[in-house]
């Protein structure tokens, strides 16, 4: 099985939920997952950047096998680029369109 979480709110605690699910998500040891990603989007881009409150703790989830993707058209509006990524977080071209492709491919659509 396949799992996209789609990370939108500038919201710290709201942030903080989506990387908890996708963590628990990943330890769930009764389901067997195959891939895991997280596509950052708007205000949600922020834990995905160097300086981002829980780049941390996407470092770690990176490290232990889940993908993070941030949208190309948020990193343009807010005028940041790939350097300023957590190291290990894939530019996609945009957030909406990954999403509808990893569906086409079969992944579950959460935004909890």
Request: hydrophobic share 35%.
């Amino acid at each position: 099985m396949r799992t996209a979480f789609h990370l939108t709110s500038g919201d710290e605690d709201h942030q903080n939920t989506v990387l908890t699910i996708a963590e628990n998500l990943s330890k769930d040891e009764t389901i067997e997952m195959d891939d895991i990603a997280v596509v950052a989007q708007a205000e949600g881009i922020d834990p995905v950047t160097r300086d981002g409150t829980h780049s941390d703790t996407v470092q770690e989830l990176l490290d232990s096998g889940i993908a993070f993707k941030a949208c190309s058209n948020t990193l343009d509006m807010m005028d940041l680029d790939d350097g300023d990524l957590v190291e290990g977080v894939e530019t996609v071209s945009s957030g909406a369109s990954e999403l509808t492709r990893l569906q086409e491919d079969g992944y579950a659509y959460l935004q909890p």
